[in-house]
Every structure is written in structure tokens, then in C-alpha cells.
């Protein structure tokens, strides 16, 4: 009759094989090699130079560096620092997160990139960026801030579309030689063919959600 040990029948594992040194060792020897070229083709896909990427993450540009060639085993803290510039856990950079072909980017309130902020010759007007990295997503979602009397323009993007949603207040828009006057909940969804400007003609502050791909 086969016997099965205290230790067997207090974690339920009865005679599973446990791994050898080796195997481990090379496991993990496995997970650091792919920690460089993995954060090398997150910082491109984000287009960030190591400078930039240093002052993000508050790592040191020859860390990095020295990281993605393989030359330095991260600690936890550095891994820590790194994943937040992409906001992704940790484990996405040592490989243990599932890949999955339709990958989510999430923006958080208030991380999103600035393209556009403060006064300019068409007044106040704020852009920021709240999609995912060109290298990954086709799609280029925005969210517009309009002051009073402040306007926008868009150039033409042949081949591409673009679709728009207002959220507050109300905005008088051209696309091409056409006009709309778009109030709350109004959306326009057109090819991006024209030159698309958009005027806050209101009382109040106007904010849009722009989407486009090409």
C-alpha cells in the first residue's frame, strides 16, 4: 500500500514532483534575460528617448541602459519604477503577465499626456491626450478644453476619419465648407479629409472627446 507522508497530506499535493535546483535556477535566469529587451520595446513603443524615460521614472539613464542590455539585474524597487512609466504591474516586465493580442491601455484622470495648455492666439484651449501609444493602437483619442471664444484647428489627415463628442457646453464647427452648431451630447463623425475647426461661440467653457485614426 503506498503511504503518503504528514507533510503530503497537509498541502493535498500527495506525490507531485517538486523542481529541481537546476530547473529553477534556469527559470529564473530566464526571467531576468527577458526583462531588457522587454522594457527596450515598451520605451520605443512609447517613443521615449533614456532621458526621458529617466526623468519619468526617476531612474538613472545609464541604469536603464545598462538594464536593457542586460548588464544590471533590477531590484524591486527599479522594476517598480519602470512598470509605473508604462502603468503596467510588474509583472508585465518580467514576462508573467498573459499576453493578450487586444492589450488595454488605461490613461488615469489626470495622467494624461498635454499636447496643448493655455492662451494662444485663438484663446484658451487645452488638448490632452488619452489614448495608448501610437506603436501599438491606431486609434488617437484627445480630450478638448475650450474657453470662452477660444477655437481650435484641425489639418486634414488624408485616408484617416475622425469622430467627435461633446460633453458641456456648446461648439459651432466647420468641416470643410460645412457648419454644425453642436450643443451637449452631439456627436460628428467624418473623414478627416478637411480642415475641421471648432469655435466655442457659448457662455460657458466647452469640452469635447475627439477620436481619430489616420
Known sequence: MARTTAAQAETGRGSEPVPSTS?????????????????????????????????ISAVSAASIHKIERGDMVPTITTLLKLAAVFKRPVSHLI?????????????????????????SDYGDVDVVLISGPPARFRARGTTIKLAVGASLEDAPA??????????????????????????????????????????????????LVRVSIG
Open 158 to 207: 488624408r485616408g484617416g476619419e475622425a469622430l467627435v463628442h461633446l460633453l458641456a457646453g456648446s461648439v459651432h464647427a466647420k468641416i470643410g465648407s460645412r457648419e454644425f452648431s453642436l450643443k451637449r451630447g452631439d456627436s460628428l463623425h467624418f473623414l478627416s479629409d478637411h480642415t475641421a475647426t471648432w469655435t466655442n461661440a457659448g457662455r460657458a467653457a466647452a469640452e
Open 23 to 55: 530547473e529553477t535556477r534556469g527559470s529564473v535566469e530566464d526571467v531576468v534575460a527577458g526583462i531588457g529587451p522587454r522594457l527596450a520595446s515598451l520605451r520605443a513603443g512609447l517613443g521615449l528617448s533614456l532621458q526621458q524615460m529617466s526623468a
Open 95 to 119: 514576462g508573467e503577465e498573459p499576453e493578450d493580442e487586444h492589450d488595454v491601455w488605461h490613461t488615469a484622470h489626470g495622467l494624461g499626456e498635454v499636447i496643448v495648455r493655455g492662451s
